[in-house]
């Protein structure tokens, strides 16, 4: 399993196969677990895409603004809400930007983000859904010019695929995030990549992209593409299938 590989060593030594969930928890199975790459699986949580649904973007969600930015996810500890937030008062308070940000989640933090728009005087120009159905979900994400992941740099998230970059990607939206290794070796050319836990930086890439809509339109595609092709889940059962007959064969 991907989540024994921060745990060192043991967790591996019993393992006839190690089913991991990308890249860096292979390298950690192998290096440090001493496992053979022949009995190591990458099987990623892509998508089915034939489960999301693709909407005529519904100007409700912009509030009246010019643009529209939309996050979909968790709202944690490790989901950076309070490095997202100060970027989003970079964007519509210090540069003047006419967006509405759109946040689609519940979780542990929501009660403290919308306080914490508040302190910023942003309120106003943030959208909390909270958990909402599929329908709303699909539709703020179709509607989105630009979708972030301002998930926090550190070793876990450094190592951990987000299920919302594949999302985004699906939905041919061009992202920003914070630099981190599997963030950009999900994303590739899909994504910007803003200094590690920098909000300045942050607001500095959204609005790069809202200003280039051509660009925009050009790394949807590029993410659309890879999903189509190396990341959703279609791509992804055979290799599950071969974990499964290794196993047998052990």
Known sequence: MAGDALLGAPQFQNRNVVISTNKSYEKIAIERGSKDPANVFVVRSGPVLDRLEIL??????LNGRKAMVGYVGVIGE??????????????VIEQGRDVQFVIVGSGPGLAEAQQMATDLGVADHVTFTGRAPDHDLFEVLSTSDVCVNPDSVNEFNDKCTMNKILEYMAF??????FEMTEGRNSAHEASLYAAPNDSN?????????LDDPDRCAEMGRVGRERVETVLSWDWQVQALIDAYQRVQKA
Do not use: T
């Not at 005529?56 to 969600?61: G, L, T």
């Not at 041919?172 to 995030?177: D, E, G, L, T």
């Open 56 to 61: 005529p973007p519904n100007p409700k969600w």
């Open 78 to 91: 490790q989901e950076g809400m309070d490095l997202f937030l100060p970027a989003v008062r970079e964007v």
């Open 172 to 177: 041919s939206k061009p992202i920003v995030q």
């Open 201 to 209: 930086d942050m607001a500095a890439r959204i609005i790069e992209l």
